[in-house]
């Protein structure tokens, strides 16, 4: 019951901290604009998040309670991946960073992560006043 009531609160957190990391990462991306040969990065996070909380794809059975649990939708082993971002360069020096691209991420990220801030907020006010017993 307990790890249930604060599992909103932990992927909350998750989500967070991956948009922190993705504005970094789009940060990076802006810098090196004019850097030759510089290859552009995205963070991926969203799509591992919804397939643990789904618990679809492979699922493995133990066979014994030491085993460990594989495909379980467990959210607390969701990471944020950065990849290389793969394709054609747009320039002739071999960058593929489009600037326009990057500040319309950087923008979707911040409504992102004040959504997720204001949504984190909600839920320690539900708990609060769950605590002084809607006081």
Request: proline share 2%; charged share 25%.
């Amino acid at each position: 019951m307990w790890d249930n009531m604060f599992k909103p609160v932990d992927m909350l957190h998750q989500g967070l901290s991956a948009a922190w990391t993705r504005n970094a990462v789009i940060r990076n991306n802006i810098a090196n604009v004019e850097t030759p040969n510089f290859k552009a990065s995205d963070l991926q996070f969203e799509e591992h998040m919804a397939r643990a909380i789904s618990g679809s794809g492979f699922t493995g059975t133990k066979t014994h309670e030491r085993h460990i649990d594989i495909g379980t939708g467990n959210i607390d082993t969701v990471a944020p991946r950065i990849t290389e971002r793969q394709g054609l360069s747009m320039r002739m020096d071999g960058n593929n960073v489009d600037i326009e691209d990057e500040n319309v991420k950087l923008a979707q990220n911040s409504l992102y992560y004040n959504t997720v801030l204001e949504k984190l907020n909600s839920e320690f006010r539900r708990l609060r006043m769950a605590i002084s017993e809607g006081r």
